[in-house]
């Protein structure tokens, strides 16, 4: 196809559209549209974005949806004179440059939101975001009991309650935490691992084909964890049986880790909150039940923590190209910097105070380019129904005509 073609993709995802600045080959998944010369590429380029909801309903098929060369030829675009044509290209790339510039402002600006929610969590974790425990003592003059302290304790009591088990064999104490390479932590904290905070095994769940009735075991996805919205919309029906299940129903408080998934979001870790037994979870996401000597959410931000994603993203395997995966073993020894419990609390009033302002800030930035989305629109519209710049007499004529 020569230079100027107007190229528009008929396949899915259909309604991207360019125009070809050389000669181009193109394949069953692009209609090519050469114009007459007194029609200018732009402007059918941009009449063809605008109008990309009504094309789409020219599709049919069944494996995929594609819009045949004959369907395509009956698109009507009103062509108007060339020198309106030119005029109208011209407004609409003036009032597309502002919004560009616009949006680069608020991707910027969203960009600002993620590093510094990832500031809060790092300072949660470092000992940066509030007073110490081991300060705020020593400011009072009084004692506080350090984490290694706790630690200890909770330790004395996992041995405990393994002897009062009945269990056999020899008593297998926690793993200990990967620190090689990390700083010290704060004056009354420790590292621990996650083996030594949990109150019972890490758990991998359990996956099952969807139901193809309104009946079955509800089973969340992999987007609830990713999103942390565990709603019916991120769950599935499956043919799961009761015992296939059996100790896999949700409680409150517990985490849930992704095991498996793409490199950015292996290790993604949610919060559930919600009630008892509403669902359970799948194969590629792992539970971790941990100790009420440690406060829950502390331990949420901390595996949600750029400390903790970097060490599950770096100790993940698989083959290129795959998605990566964690094993259980590498969560057990996952360094976890542990603060008195005290501290712990106050650490996480203060991280829901902060992210709750960056969640508000990072909304009302979505609002705003949603807006810009729909005044692209609104721009395109105006401009082919002859509103945006003075209108001269236009015809209408099929992009297949002669």
């Keep these: 196809m020569p230079a100027n073609t107007v190229l528009f993709s008929s396949r899915a995802p259909i309604g991207y559209c360019v125009i070809a600045t050389q000669p181009v080959t193109t394949n069953q998944g692009f209609k090519s549209l050469v114009l007459k010369v007194d029609v200018l590429p732009e402007y059918v380029r941009y009449y063809l974005l605008g109008s990309k909801r009504y094309v789409e309903e020219l599709a049919s098929g069944t494996t995929f949806k594609e819009i045949s060369g004959r369907r395509m030829a009956e698109v009507e675009i009103p062509i108007a004179p060339l020198d309106e044509q030119h005029r109208i290209v011209t407004a609409i790339e003036t009032h597309f440059s502002r919004l560009d510039a616009a949006v680069s402002m608020l991707q910027r ?13 790092t300072a949660a974790v470092e000992g940066r975001l509030v007073p ?16 290694s302290v706790l630690l200890a304790r909770i330790l004395r009591e996992r041995e405990a309650a393994w002897r009062a088990s009945g269990a056999r064999g020899k008593y297998k104490p926690p793993v200990r935490p990967d620190v090689a390479g990390l700083a010290e932590v704060p004056e009354g904290w420790c590292w621990a691992s996650v083996d030594a905070l949990l109150r019972e095994p890490l758990r991998n769940g359990k996956s099952a084909k969807p139901s193809e009735t309104d009946k079955g075991i509800r089973t969340l996805t992999l987007t609830a964890v990713t999103t ?7 769950t ?14 949700l409680e409150p408080g ?5 095991r498996s998934n793409t490199p950015q979001l292996v290790g993604t870790t949610a919060l559930y909150r919600g009630p008892r037994n509403w669902a359970v979870y799948p ?13 829950v959410e502390f331990a949420a931000l901390a595996l949600i923590s750029p400390l903790l994603r970097g060490y599950f993203r770096g100790s993940a395997k698989g083959i290129a190209g795959s998605m990566p995966k964690i094993g259980q073993d590498t969560i057990q020894m996952a360094p976890f910097p542990l603060p008195p419990l005290p501290e712990q609390h106050r650490i996480v009033a203060e991280v829901d105070r902060r992210l709750s302002t960056l969640a508000a800030l990072d909304a009302t930035l979505d609002t705003n380019l949603a807006r810009c989305a729909r005044l692209r629109q609104s721009i395109l519209q105006r401009a082919f129904d002859g509103r945006l710049v003075p209108a001269a007499d236009s015809t209408a004529t099929p992009t297949g005509a002669p």
């Design 283 to 295: 194969d590629l996401l792992i539970r971790v039940r941990t100790t009420p000597r440690v406060s």
């Design 228 to 234: 942390c919205k565990f709603t019916d919309q991120n």
């Design 236 to 249: 599935k029906l499956t043919v799961a049986t009761a015992d296939q299940v059996d100790g896999l129903w």
């Design 254 to 258: 517990d985490l849930l880790m992704q």
């Design 109 to 121: 600006a969203k960009a600002n939101v993620r590093r510094a929610r990832a500031s809060v969590l």
């Design 132 to 147: 110490t425990e081991a300060a705020l003592a020593r400011a009072e003059g009084r004692s506080f009991e350090p984490a």
